[in-house]
């Protein structure tokens, strides 16, 4: 059974992939806008550093909410226009937290945010999936890439608009108008877009006997004619992928939590660098995170995503392993950059390759993209939550080693359940 598509566009002219891509550009955007003027808005009602912790511990609660409630949104309304409501409300609260005048509001907005964030981020990423289906080619990696890269211009926007004294709403106001304006504009345009039902074929993407199953999705194991032993199989290999999958995405947040937000202070105290390079370790992570992403898609078609998958695996346990070595040793501060940048580089793919599971899951065993979706978000959340808790006193225990440590360890249960959730 093939994809209907709206509107009599097939494959090759359809736009759907603009949905999506909008979509990762708008929530990258938005949250680089916000952290740039974090600062200023804690100042601005007076919020003490451990306030201000609370208000942003619950962002990342209503964050974990939302992941889990997305699916439902997208049952309601289809992922297309769930992913279109979650990005319109994600703006408007976006302006609801620069405006906040009291502590009290902003933790209210921060928390509703948060919620809007969770599922726009599951939302959007099940769409994806179903675009890369409808496509047949790997998406996942050139959407994530764009999350990185509007973040990243949103952040030096953001520092521009701190420097010249651009009042926060109004700069974050700005931000938003045009991130409602670019949804509005993708809402209203051509519809040629896929069906937000059962997906169709997919392409193979570890060999060409790698997905046997082409028909519609919506079918049962059962039905597929190899007989009664089918659906005893493929719940076997259910039970099996889905905590598998859930490890993996939890060990990447114990990669990329402490790559994006340690490893400056490891730099600064760990190797008493300078400010200025203590302040590029998170940088070159970044933008490790961003190149990798750039070439995920065509690696994937070139080799598959379970190689890739690995490829990522291996490449974070040999950097974080230098990285540990240089802290021990007391190597120079450069050494140490370096395996940040390439711990970046390889933690890039992997949760791209986490959310395109979706793609096999729906084809194999008939399960909505968004429900993956949902549990690859809530569970990286809950890793990027705990985290923090986790690393903050072992590195007051044992020193600032502890963060190539942590990191450490959640490389090789990703190298260990990454190829293994993706085949």
Not at 67 to 73: G, I, K, M
Request: some cysteine; proline content about 6%.
């Amino acid at each position: 059974m093939s994809v209907d598509v709206a509107d009599g566009l097939d494959g090759r002219t359809s736009s759907d992939w603009r949905v999506p891509a909008v979509a990762f550009a708008v929530n990258g955007a938005l949250y680089g806008s916000l952290l740039t003027r974090f600062p200023e808005i804690a100042d601005r009602v007076s919020a003490s550093e451990t306030q201000f912790g609370v208000v942003l511990f619950a962002a990342a609660i209503g964050g974990l909410l939302g992941s889990l409630v997305a699916p439902l949104l997208a049952r309601a309304v289809g992922e297309r226009s769930a992913t279109l409501l979650a990005g319109a409300g994600y703006a408007l609260l976006a302006v609801g937290v620069a405006w906040a005048p009291q502590l009290i509001l902003l933790g209210g907005a921060l928390l509703l945010l948060g919620i809007l964030d969770g599922a726009h981020d599951v939302v959007m990423n099940a769409f994806a999936v179903r675009v890369q289906q409808h496509r047949a080619t790997s998406l996942m990696g050139r959407m994530h890439a764009t999350w990185s890269l509007s973040l990243a211009g949103a952040g030096v926007l953001g520092t521009v608009a701190a420097g010249l004294r651009v009042p926060v709403a109004l700069h974050v106001g700005i931000a938003a108008t045009v991130a409602l304006v670019a949804q509005l504009a993708i809402a209203l345009g051509r519809k040629g877009m896929v069906a937000e039902g059962p997906p169709g074929p997919t392409p193979p993407v570890d060999g060409p006997s790698e997905l046997a199953s082409t028909g519609d999705s919506s079918s049962t194991p059962a039905s597929t004619g190899d007989g009664p032993a089918r659906p005893a199989r493929s719940l076997a290999r259910l039970r099996y992928v889905l905590p598998v999958l859930g490890l993996a995405a939890v060990a990447a947040s114990y990669v990329e939590s402490p790559g994006q937000e340690w490893t400056g202070l490891l730099l600064s105290r760990g190797f008493e660098a300078t400010p200025q390079v203590a302040a590029a370790a998170p940088v070159l992570f970044g933008a490790g995170l961003l190149a990798s992403r750039l070439l995920l898609d065509a690696a994937v078609s070139r080799v598959g995503q379970a190689r890739v998958a690995a490829i990522s695996g291996a490449t974070m346990m040999t950097a974080v392993g230098i990285g540990l070595v240089c802290t021990l040793v007391g190597a120079p501060v450069w050494w140490a950059l370096a395996a940040v940048a390439m711990a970046g580089f390889g933690a890039g793919p992997a949760f791209p390759l986490l959310f395109g599971s979706a793609d096999q899951l729906s084809v194999r065993h008939g399960i909505p993209p968004a429900r993956t979706a949902s549990m690859v978000s809530a569970l990286s959340r809950v890793g990027a939550i705990s985290a923090p808790i986790v690393v903050g006193p072992l590195t007051d225990a044992f020193g600032m080693v502890m963060v190539f440590a942590i990191m450490a360890v959640g490389a090789a249960l990703v190298l260990g359940a990454l190829p293994r959730a993706v085949r």
